[in-house]
Structures are given as C-alpha cells and as structure tokens.
C-alpha cells in the first residue's frame, strides 16, 4: 500500500446514508433518515451554515414569493406552533433564522459537515455501496447517497467579453456578498429581469445614484403587497395546522389556495375584468389562480396579457419605457412569475433607465461599463447579474457522478435529464434526488414536494430494510414511460412556449432544451408516487444481497 492509499483508507469514513445539502430538503432528510429509522447519516454541505439557496441569495431585496406561513415544514405541530412569522413574504435573514431554529431544534449540526464540496460521488458495484469524495480529498461511503442540492444553486454568470477588465465591482444575485453592498452614490447596471432583478431593481434604485436595467426579455409582475402579519393572522395559523395543510396538499402548485374553479371565458368580459383587479388588488401568486384554466388555454391566458400588459402602461409614465416593458414575448405564467414591490414604478424614478437588450445586443464589458452592439456606452461603478441558474441540473452535474460500469450522469443527461419520478435514474442505484427534474419542485410551493420527496425516499429506504433489500433503481422503461408523462405534462399547459425559459434549460448555452419540471400537478404526482409504493415500487427493481 503507497502511503497516499494508506492515507485515503485512513480518512474514508462509512454511514449507511450521505445526503447532499443542508437546505430545506437536506435538513429534513437527515431528521428522517437518522431519527425516524435510525440510520447513519452525514450532511455535506458548502456553505459555513444552514439554509442551502438561502445561504447565497442575500441580493438586495430578495423575498420568498410563497407566502410565509405555506413556506416551512409541516411535519411537526410544535414547530409550527410556536414559529411566529413576521411578514406576508419573508426575506432571507428570517427564512434563516427559521432553518437555523430548526437545525437546532432537532439537534441536526451534529451531523453536518460545513464548508463541504462534494466534487465526486461513485458507486462501487462490487460493495453495492457509494464513494463520495469532497474537495479536501476525503473520501466517505455511504449505501444510499441523497443529492438535495437544490434546483437554483448554480449561478449562471454569462460569459460577456471583457468582464475580467472591469474596473468596478460585479456581483451575481446567487452569490451575493454576507456583509451587503453599499450602492450609495454609484452608478450601477443590472443584467436580467426575472423574478430576481425585478425585486432587486426597486431596492438598488433607492440608494444608488443611477440604475440602468438591462433587459433582455420583458416580464409580467404582480403586485407582492407584502406586509406585517397581524396577530390574529398568526393565531389563525398556529390554530389550522391541518386545514392549511389539507389545502397545500390539495393545490396544484402547493400554496395554502386553491385554484378558481372558474373558466376564464366563462362569464362576461366585465365580471372577468372585475376579478383580474380584485386579484391585482390581492396580489402575489394568488393572481395566477384566479381562473382555473390560465395555463392550460392559450385563449383564457391571452385575457391575462393583455390586463397585466394594460397596468404596465397605467403605471410606467415615458410611453417609450413602458412599451418596452409590455413587449411580453410569452404567455402569462410560462416563466416563473415575478411578485414584486414597486418594480414598475421604479421605472418613474428620475434615477432609473432601461435599455433594450434585445434590440442592441450587450457587445462587450469595458473597464468603465457596458458597450451595446450600436456602440453606445453606459458608465457603470457596479454590475450586478440577475441572470439566473443553471436551474435543475446545473448542481447535480457539476458533481462527477458516476453509477454502474463507471457511467457518468453527464453522459446518460447529455440529451436532457432521464429519471423515474424525478427521484432516481437508472444505473444508479440508491440514488435518490430531492426535487430533481422530471419532479413538480420550482413549479411548486418548494417545502411542500420537498416534504413529500424526503417521505418518499424515507419510506422507500424502510420498505428496502424490512424486506432485506439493499439495491432499488428504476427500469429503463419505467423512465421511458416518466419522460413521456413529464413531456405530456408541459404539453398540456402553455409553459412551454417561453422560449427563453430556464424552465426548458434555454438560458445556458448548449444546455439541451428539455422541459424540466412536471407540470402535471403536485396533488397528482403525490397520489402517483403513492401508488407506486403501494403496488411495491412499481417500475424499479430492487435486490438483496
Ligand atoms: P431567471 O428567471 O432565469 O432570469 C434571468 C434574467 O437574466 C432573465 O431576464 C434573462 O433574460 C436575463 N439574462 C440572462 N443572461 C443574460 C444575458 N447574457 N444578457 C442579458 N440578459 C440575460 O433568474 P432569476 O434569478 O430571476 O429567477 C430564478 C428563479 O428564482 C425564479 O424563477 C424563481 O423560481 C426564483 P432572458 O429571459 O434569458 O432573455
């Protein structure tokens, strides 16, 4: 034995589980798989704490746009309870105080390693187990290996020429400073208009000395009207519990209500206008469920463009800046839609500009700032990137996973993501994803499909040890038959017909376009992974030893 092999046996450490991430899902995975069947477990985690997207997205701004008493866990009543939020739409410092109540409620550190990459993760066939090395080297094995690294932790930083000689600072939203960024007299530029920029532009506008807002696509926003939450309002949640999970559990998209059941041409055009101000009084994501078929009827959503196109117009004083900002090039909820406070209104401000980059292409960063294709300038002291993620897939295969006969999950993606569920993939056994693509996930209330998925992988790891199985992976024709249904999914709602989607994986180049997410409902998905573990894991083959 060399003495670097000696040294690798010496730090190669064994669990029965290794979970990836230590955010939502990472932490309640942990809880489930050490103290509900009393595994052994390690959390690899990258960041110095809790929080996983959390951890980085502290741009200015930054707001959950679920609304808060939906956006926790439900799997504890005494959490719940004596959990207070402050605000309709909480930002990432109390989002953080929360995981952080919750990693020390349920005594959680103790099991995660901080300030962990995981670089590599490959099954060995021969001992049915997973090698998991991190960037100091080390390598740890576990028999089951649970990736839950979040589908927005991959910061897409476009590759813009010149940016290295830029003399000013730049920042990505998904990477942002701990100690903040003082924007106080500076000129600054931000790239990108999706749900990010558009609550960061507001936030930056109000300190810096000028903001230019690049835009690339323009986007709709819904007013958040976020705000305190009274007390009553916090009595009646600590109070419903189950009610208010009943109804998470039952919506399309895992918020605390229920689609209208209204078809949009239904009634009059009056009534219907009626309701689209009530929901714009309303506000937030709550918009979205106003009629029950907004998604799903090119029709009923063309309703919606042009009542959200009309209060951009309403709102944004200069014509030229408010055509620009109504030019929506796609359906109404086929990219994520954008809550927002004040973001149209910033754009009345004497500080703010925006310019078209979809007109005049970005050429270059200069030392100074931003040079478009028609040669102008724009002077800048700080950039900021709003641009996004390698959403999905982005965390997942920047790790070197590599299953049965050294194949590596890169390759088997390289036409788009294939799995079973969203949850596993064929040639790699024990291998779970916690809201991977082919999954409801960024479609949904996150803590929702994230409670579901963890249950899901808990209860499968339970059914292996009850019944002396050590190996499950799904078959190919199970995936076959998964990427059917997810393409189905999409193809039965307008989403894919944002062609710049990150949804379809659009927005990094040589990213195959595949419609990620499923979109058939997170209510049907939950009933659909029920009956494939009450019909004994159909569509996956699991042996023993
Ligand atoms: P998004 O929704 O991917 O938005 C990124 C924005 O950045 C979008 O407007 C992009 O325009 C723009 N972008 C990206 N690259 C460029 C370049 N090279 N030039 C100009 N503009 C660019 O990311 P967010 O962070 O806002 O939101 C992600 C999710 O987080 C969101 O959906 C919620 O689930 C929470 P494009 O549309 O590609 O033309």
């Given at each position: ?415 788009g993501p294939r799995n079973y569920l969203g ?13 991977g693509p082919g999954s409801p996930?960024?479609l ?35 995936m076959d038959s998964w990427v059917q249904e997810v393409n189905r999914a999409a193809d039965a709602?307008?989403?894919p ?6 949804y ?10 595949v419609f990620m997410p499923y979109a058939g409902?997170?209510?049907?998905y ?20």
């Open positions: 034995m060399t003495e670097s092999t000696k040294k690798d046996a010496s730090q190669t450490r064994s669990f029965d589980a290794l979970v990836i991430g230590a955010g939502f899902s990472g932490l309640y995975q942990l809880l489930c798989l050490r103290d509900r069947l009393g595994l052994s477990v390690k959390v690899l985690e990258a960041g110095a704490g809790v929080g996983g997207t959390w951890y980085w997205n502290r741009y200015p701004g930054a707001r959950c746009d679920s609304e808060s008493h939906s956006y926790c866990y439900t799997f504890s009543e005494e959490l719940w309870k004596e959990w207070e939020w402050s605000e309709k739409y909480p930002g990432p410092p109390e989002i953080m105080r929360y995981l952080n109540h919750v990693a020390d409620k349920f005594d959680l550190r103790r099991d995660i390693r901080f300030g962990t990459k995981v670089t590599a993760a490959h099954y060995n066939e021969a001992t049915n187990r997973w090698h998991v090395t991190t960037d100091s080297g080390e390598v740890l094995t576990a028999r089951f290996l649970v990736s839950a690294v979040g589908c927005l932790s991959t910061a897409n930083v476009p590759d813009i020429p010149g940016l290295d000689t830029f003399k000013g600072k730049w920042y990505h939203t998904g990477q942002w400073p701990h100690e903040g960024v003082d924007f106080r007299g500076t000129r600054v530029g931000q790239i990108g208009t999706g749900s990010t920029g558009i609550q960061s532009a507001p936030v930056i506008a109000a300190t810096a000395a000028h903001l230019t807002v690049f835009q690339r696509t323009a986007n709709y926003s819904v007013p958040a009207r976020n705000g305190p939450l009274t007390p009553a309002f916090n009595r009646w949640i600590h109070d419903n519990m189950e009610e208010i999970r009943t109804t998470m559990r039952a919506a399309v998209n895992g918020h605390p209500f229920l689609l209208s059941e209204t078809l949009t041409l239904s009634i009059p055009a009056e009534e219907r206008h009626a309701r689209y101000e009530k929901a714009w009084e309303v506000g937030g994501l709550r918009f979205r469920a106003v009629f029950r078929d907004l998604v799903t009827s090119n029709e009923a959503n063309a309703t919606a463009v042009t009542f959200l196109k009309d209060k951009i117009r309403k709102i944004v004083k200069d014509p030229a800046t408010a055509e620009k900002l109504a030019d929506i090039d796609h359906p109404y909820a086929a990219k994520r839609p954008p809550i927002d406070t004040d973001y149209f209104e910033t754009f009345n401000r004497d500080n703010v500009a925006l310019v078209d980059v979809r007109a005049d292409p970005i050429e270059r960063v200069t030392p100074t700032g931003i040079r478009l294709k028609s040669g102008a300038e724009h002077p800048l002291d700080i950039i900021v990137f709003a641009t996004g993620f390698d959403g999905m897939t982005g965390s997942i295969l920047k790790m070197d996973i590599r299953g049965r006969g050294g194949l590596s999950l890169r390759e088997a993606w390289k036409a949850l596993q993939v064929a040639g790699f056994p024990n291998l779970f994803t916690v809201t996930s960024v949904c209330n996150m803590p929702v499909a994230i409670e579901q998925h963890v249950e899901w992988i808990t209860d499968c790891i339970d059914y292996l040890r009850t019944n002396g199985l050590t190996q499950i992976e799904p078959t190919e024709e199970a709602t307008v989403l017909q944002a062609k710049h989607s990150w379809l994986g659009a927005n990094i180049p040589g990213k195959p376009r409902g997170m209510a049907y939950r009933k659909i992974c029920a009956d494939v573990a009450a019909r004994n894991y159909e569509g996956f083959t699991m042996t023993g030893d």
